[in-house]
């Protein structure tokens, strides 16, 4: 069998949101590549010992990749873990794992997004709302029409910002966001909003409910989700069913 990698999800912060199958594919790894806040996700789960740990950066992920997968050997295993769910807001890296490994060999297991956290918190359903990523590199144009139209058009909107501690100009956090859409026509007097930082961390989580207007100038954590809160209740009574 050749070399195996196994590309996982692994919730928003809380282990207890990590998946069974996950822990497993963590357990027979040899190699755990991952990010400092993603790596303290699973740490009760690594044996310094036995595994190879590898901690990285946006900078020395490439090299991180590259070295194990070239010393790795037939019939091992190796684990990149993410937080929240791997199939979303983090293409750009899974992409090039794929490229790496090969399609054929590499597994992906979706975890619990911090988007469906918020989701539930919140009480704004996925299936009534825009969801979208801003943590991306690329360009955000598109995006952010899409999400212009969308607030306009009275939609909720669950969204990851952007945040670009490097280039503050490129940032898209819940401050510029609520700036954006004001410019944009949008009244951020009327519009609810919540954001989530470190949502299931039990020691740092914290919620703000407001109106957008009130983002204005307020920082918030790298690790933040944010509802635009524009969910109308429908039952099944709303609706004939006979």
Known sequence: MPKKLFVIGVGPGDPDY???????????????????YTLRTIENLID?????????????????????YSNMQDNEYCTVPFTGDVSFSESEVVDRLLEIFGNENVEIIPGISSIQVASSKSRVPLDKAFVVTFHVTGDIRQKQIEL???????????LLPRPWPNDLSKNFMPSDIALFLKNNGVNTREIDVWIFEYLTDKEKETIFRGKMIDLE???????SVMVIDQNKKETYLNFNLL
Do not use: C, P
């Open 217 to 223: 100038n307020k920082t918030f954590s790298d690790l």
């Open 18 to 36: 990590i998946t069974q199958i996950a822990k497993e594919k963590i357990l027979i790894s040899k190699y755990i590549i991952g990010y400092r």
């Open 148 to 158: 212009i139209k969308s607030v306009l058009d009275r939609k909720s909107v669950i």
């Open 48 to 68: 310094k010992e036995k595994q190879q740990i590898y901690e990285i950066t946006m900078k020395n992920q490439e090299s991180a990749y590259q070295y194990v």
